[in-house]
T-cell receptor, first 114, second 110 residues
Framework: NAGVTQTPKFQVLKTGQSMTLQCAQD?????MSWYRQDPGMGLRLIHY???????DQGEVPNGYNVSRSTTEDFPLRLLSAAPSQTSVYFC?????????????FGSGTRLTVV | AQRVTQPEKLLSVFKGAPVELKCNYS??????LFWYVQYSRQRLQLLLR??SRESIKGFTADLNKGETSFHLKKPFAQEEDSAMYYC????????????FGQGTRLTINP
């Protein structure tokens, strides 16, 4: 049981490049989210999904796209990277109440945009 | 609007001393609150959730709706408690959407 798997662990991008951060979970969780972690700001929600085919914006969605074609996968796309997107990105998943409650987090992707 | 405030960015205590990490929230609905812990360069782990009223690693937290607080406490700190602690508020039923505080870095001195 791998839990929540994120790839890559580290990435350096040039301004204007695009890339996809991968997230996969094997716990059959319905709910998945992407957060970014910045010093002094805690974790801020980028996008979330309550099931396959359903996504919605969080607190800081600009510059990011998501899709949820399967229950297992929830990739995050950076459309045109900017230095302000330098951060640590965490993917998380959660089951319904009564199942596993509270989010399980991935190990994070440390992204630097130069 | 929903908000979680952790007033202390840094907290340093000696081993064996009591620890209290403060968390205050602002939310018009019925709150569901969590504490998450992040050890050095590791993933966040769920430490406590208020609905279960459990004690994990000696930590407890009580929801005080009158003071809108969910402070994390431990009577005797241990060196392995050094970590980053985040208080989080669920703003959708079932913890689908969490609002996090800014975090408190706890350092336990030997």
């Amino acid at each position: 049981n791998a839990g929540v798997t994120q790839t890559p662990k580290f990435q350096v991008l040039k301004t204007g490049q695009s890339m996809t951060l991968q997230c996969a979970q094997d716990m059959n969780h319905e709910y998945m989210s992407w957060y970014r972690q910045d010093p002094g700001m805690g974790l801020r929600l980028i996008h979330y999904s309550v099931g396959a085919g359903i996504t919605d914006q969080g607190e800081v969605p600009n510059g990011y796209n998501v899709s949820r074609s399967t229950t297992e996968d929830f990739p995050l796309r950076l459309l045109s990277a900017a230095p302000s997107q330098t951060s640590v990105y965490f993917c998380a998943s959660s089951g319904r109440p009564g199942q596993s409650y509270g989010y399980t987090f991935g190990s994070g992707t440390r992204l630097t945009v130069v | 609007a929903q908000r979680v405030t952790q007033p202390e960015k840094l907290l340093s205590v000696f081993k064996g001393a009591p620890v209290e990490l403060k968390c205050n929230y602002s939310y018009s609905g019925s709150p569901e609150l969590f504490w998450y812990v992040q050890y050095s360069r590791q993933r966040l782990q769920l430490l406590l959730r208020h609905i279960s009223r459990e004690s994990i690693k000696g930590f407890t937290a009580d929801l005080n709706k009158g003071e809108t607080s969910f402070h994390l406490k431990k009577p005797f700190a241990q060196e392995e408690d050094s970590a980053m602690y985040y208080c989080a508020l669920s703003v959708m039923w079932g913890a689908q959407k969490l609002v996090f505080g800014q975090g408190t870095r706890l350092t336990i001195n030997p």
